[in-house]
């Protein structure tokens, strides 16, 4: 248990370091390029996700031809119980 408590004791000893300078610079340039290419149109280029569109008449059809399919599953074992 002793190796626990030291360790934990070092782990709480550990920081993080701090980012360099040039880290900093860079990441700054990027955020102003991204500034500069929105206010000249590159938004644009932005593809965004079509949204989930119903169509109905698919829906109709497709619950139309599983209705037939049933009805007709139906007629079909129907027969099949009559004949034994």
């Given at each position: 248990?002793?190796?626990?408590?030291?360790?934990?004791?070092?782990?709480?000893?550990?920081?993080?370091?701090?980012?360099?300078?040039?880290?900093?610079?860079?990441?700054?340039?990027?955020?102003?390029?991204?500034?500069?290419?929105?206010?000249?149109?590159?938004?644009?280029?932005?593809?965004?996700?079509?949204?989930?569109?119903?169509?109905?008449?698919?829906?109709?059809?497709?619950?139309?031809?599983?209705?037939?399919?049933?009805?007709?599953?139906?007629?079909?074992?129907?027969?099949?119980s009559?004949?034994?």
């Amino acid at each position: 248990m002793n190796d626990f408590s030291e360790l934990e004791n070092e782990l709480k000893k550990l920081r993080p370091t701090q980012p360099s300078a040039e880290l900093l610079a860079r990441i700054d340039a990027v955020f102003a390029k991204a500034d500069s290419n929105q206010k000249t149109g590159d938004i644009a280029k932005i593809i965004h996700p079509t949204r989930f569109k119903v169509s109905w008449l698919s829906l109709g059809l497709g619950l139309a031809a599983a209705a037939i399919f049933l009805i007709f599953a139906r007629l079909v074992l129907g027969r099949q119980s009559t004949w034994a």
